[in-house]
């Protein structure tokens, strides 16, 4: 146990819905990263955020936004959802910038 | 753009046959590379860090090692239980704290 949690587990949605993906990243730890990995894409970096502020954004699509609370759990929001999006998804936390980071369970979520 | 390549795609050994899993990367602006292990609809578990050419770190079976354009994970004497994808992960300079990572190793080892 990473000591990162998610929820929910799995979900399932039609196309052009809209889900909220959660994450509590561990005890301290001031930076959250959350990630895609599909089949054929692999581990695929979404955006970063440190200490409530975002800081990088890889291939993250517009339909897609993240936050981190005060609390510092994060959110991240998929709208007008495709069946491409089907994917599990990652959030990863780490203590400070560049240290190691530790992954949650995931959410699987298949669009419909 | 930055690109970290993993080989073979897939390995299987026997329960006591010791290999090496390779991963190699984009030299310019290397910050440190990682490794994990990814059980099926697990998230990944990390296992090292290594910062600098020469480097190398020990867990268990496992060996990661660094050269200057490429990390090696040795696995001696691989049991059952070791059997999952390691992922190769690097950080780069200049690319904020994300990681970029390599599509992975799927290693089954076989009594």
């Known amino acids: 146990d990473s000591g990162v949690t998610q929820t929910p587990k799995h979900l399932i949605t039609a196309t052009g819905q809209r889900v909220t993906l959660r994450c509590s990243p561990r005890?301290?730890?001031?930076?959250v990263y959350w990630y895609q990995q599909s089949l054929d894409q692999g581990l695929q970096f979404l955006i970063q955020?440190?200490?409530?502020?975002?800081?990088a954004k890889g291939n993250i699509l517009e339909r897609f936004s993240a936050q981190q609370f005060p609390d510092l759990h994060s959110e991240l929001n998929l709208s007008s959802l495709e069946l491409g999006d089907s994917a599990l998804y990652f959030c990863?936390?780490?203590?400070?910038?560049?240290?190691?980071?530790?992954f949650g369970p995931g959410t699987r979520l298949t669009v419909t | 753009e930055d690109q970290v390549t993993q080989s073979p795609e897939a390995l299987r050994l026997q329960e006591g046959e010791s290999s090496s899993l390779n991963c190699s990367y984009t030299?310019?602006?290397?910050?440190?590379l990682f490794w994990y292990r990814q059980d099926p609809g697990k998230g990944p578990e990390f296992l090292f860090t290594?910062?600098?050419a020469g480097e190398e770190k020990e867990k268990e079976r496992l060996k990661a090692t660094l050269t200057k354009k490429e990390s090696f994970l040795h696995i001696t004497a691989p049991k059952p239980e070791d059997s999952a994808t390691y992922l190769c992960?690097?950080?780069?300079?200049?690319?904020?704290?994300?990681?970029?990572f390599g599509t992975g190793t799927r290693l089954q080892v076989t009594l």
């Open positions: 990863a936390s780490s203590v400070e910038l560049r240290d190691e980071q530790y």
């Open positions: 005890s301290g730890d001031l930076s």
């Open positions: 290594l910062y600098s």
């Open positions: 030299v310019s602006g290397l910050r440190g």
């Open positions: 955020y440190y200490n409530g502020e975002e800081r």
């Open positions: 992960a690097v950080q780069y300079t200049g690319t904020a704290s994300k990681l970029t």
